[in-house]
Structure formats: structure tokens, C-alpha cells
């Protein structure tokens, strides 16, 4: 079964420090979601892409994040510097276009961070 | 705004019996729900959907009904199992906008045996 890879699992970083993850969707999926989890909240998204595009930003802090799909395939978040508010679990996310019907998005396992 | 939340944090049951999860939603323009399951440790991982123009819908073992009226969601889980303890989240997308899902807050089932 298809997956959402995303790297690290666990990433342990000291503030001021800059980290980065990565996911590789599910093959074919032009969808691509990064979202940040608070431990006991749901999950909420940062940035959205269509292909290499970005078609929603509005919630990413982008005065330290950035993120990036050059090839419209894999993706990277990008965190500089890290700051300890930071420290949550950023799931990433991907769908086949969504419709008007549906919009299943299939899950990563998500990267851990600790800012310290 | 868009918001979605939950009436109860946590669910406790029985081993066989069945579960009700329950989401609330604020959001009349809504007109797609989702509903997740993310186990400890791990990813969301989807469940089941439904569209606003539905009262309810079936999977295996999991009903979601949804009531336009009271703006209100449930995720009713039959023959709870203990593999089934989790997180629940619903979440829901508003008609007209970005394909954006808004998520709520969880409530964690714990099947005891």
C-alpha cells in the first residue's frame, strides 16, 4: 500500500538552530499539505501545494518557515531560526486532486521536533 | 469563523459494545466532513467521509451520520475493539473556499477489555 514518507521521525534541536523535513507523497498525488500538530490538538495546515506551486500560505509564520516543491514531487519545511514554541509533531499530506466531492488527504507519520 | 470542535475529550468502553464520537461543527457552509483516526505515535489515518448533501454514511464497521440542522457530526464505531483506541478527529472543508480541512480538537477512545 502507498504511503506518505516523511524524514526524520524524531528530530532534537536547540533554539536559534535551523531544522528541515521532508516528505515524498504518495506517486501521482499533485497534492501536497504540511501541517503542525500540538500534542492534544488537531492538526493545521501551513502550506499547500499544487504540483510545485503554492496555493495556500496564509497560516505558515513565514518570517522563519519556508517551504518548497521544486519539482512538484517531494517537498521540504524549512525552520530558521527554531524557537521553543515550535516544538510540535509536522505531518505531511497528500491528495489526488481534489474535487468538489471528496478531498481524502493520506497521512505521513509525521516528524517529531523538540526545540530545547 | 470556521470551527470545529468536540463534545467530549474522552471515551471510555467496553470491549464489544458500540461507540458514539461526537463533533460539532459552527461552519453552515461547510460541505464535506472527514473523520480520522490517529493512533499514538503515528499519522492520521482516514476513516470515512461524507458529503453536506447526506444524511449518512457506512463503512466497515463505522456509521457517519450528519445533521445539517443542529450542524452537528458522529462517528459511531460498532463492536469496539481494543485496537480501535485512539484519537478521533473530524474535520470539514467549507464550500467555496480553499480545499483547506479545519480540524478539531480529538477525543481520545480507550477500549478497555
Known amino acids: 500500500e502507498a504511503e506518505v514518507a516523511q524524514s526524520p521521525r524524531y528530530k532534537i534541536t536547540e533554539k536559534s538552530q535551523a531544522v528541515a523535513f521532508w516528505c515524498d507523497p504518495i506517486s501521482g498525488h499533485a497534492t501536497l499539505y504540511w501541517y503542525r500538530q500540538i500534542l492534544g490538538q488537531g492538526p493545521e495546515l501551513l502550506v499547500q501545494?499544487?504540483?510545485?506551486?503554492?496555493?495556500?500560505d496564509s497560516q505558515l509564520p513565514k518570517d522563519r518557515f519556508s517551504a518548497e516543491r521544486l519539482k512538484g514531487v517531494d517537498s521540504t519545511l524549512k525552520i530558521q531560526p527554531a524557537e521553543l514554541g515550535d516544538s510540535a509533531m509536522y505531518l505531511c499530506?497528500?491528495?489526488?486532486?481534489?474535487?468538489?466531492?471528496?478531498?481524502?488527504?493520506?497521512f505521513g507519520a509525521g516528524t517529531r521536533l523538540s526545540v530545547l | 469563523g470556521e470551527s470545529v470542535g468536540l463534545h467530549l475529550p474522552t471515551l471510555s468502553v467496553q470491549e464489544g459494545d458500540n461507540s458514539i464520537i461526537n463533533c460539532a461543527y459552527s461552519n453552515s457552509a461547510s460541505d464535506y466532513f472527514i473523520w480520522y483516526k490517529q493512533e499514538s505515535g503515528k499519522g492520521p489515518q482516514f476513516i470515512i467521509d461524507?458529503?453536506?448533501?447526506?444524511d449518512k454514511r457506512q463503512g466497515q464497521r463505522v456509521t457517519v451520520l450528519l445533521n445539517k440542522t443542529v450542524k452537528h457530526l458522529s462517528l459511531q464505531i460498532a463492536a469496539t475493539q481494543p485496537g480501535d483506541s485512539a484519537v478521533y478527529f473530524c474535520?470539514?472543508?467549507?464550500?467555496?473556499?480553499?480545499?483547506?480541512?479545519?480540524f478539531g480538537k480529538g477525543t481520545k477512545l480507550t477500549v478497555n477489555p
Open positions: 461524507i458529503r453536506s448533501n447526506m
Open positions: 501545494f499544487q504540483d510545485e506551486s503554492v496555493v495556500d
Open positions: 499530506a497528500s491528495s489526488s486532486e481534489p474535487t468538489t466531492l471528496k478531498n481524502i488527504q493520506y
Open positions: 474535520a470539514e472543508r467549507t464550500q467555496g473556499g480553499s480545499e483547506k480541512l479545519v
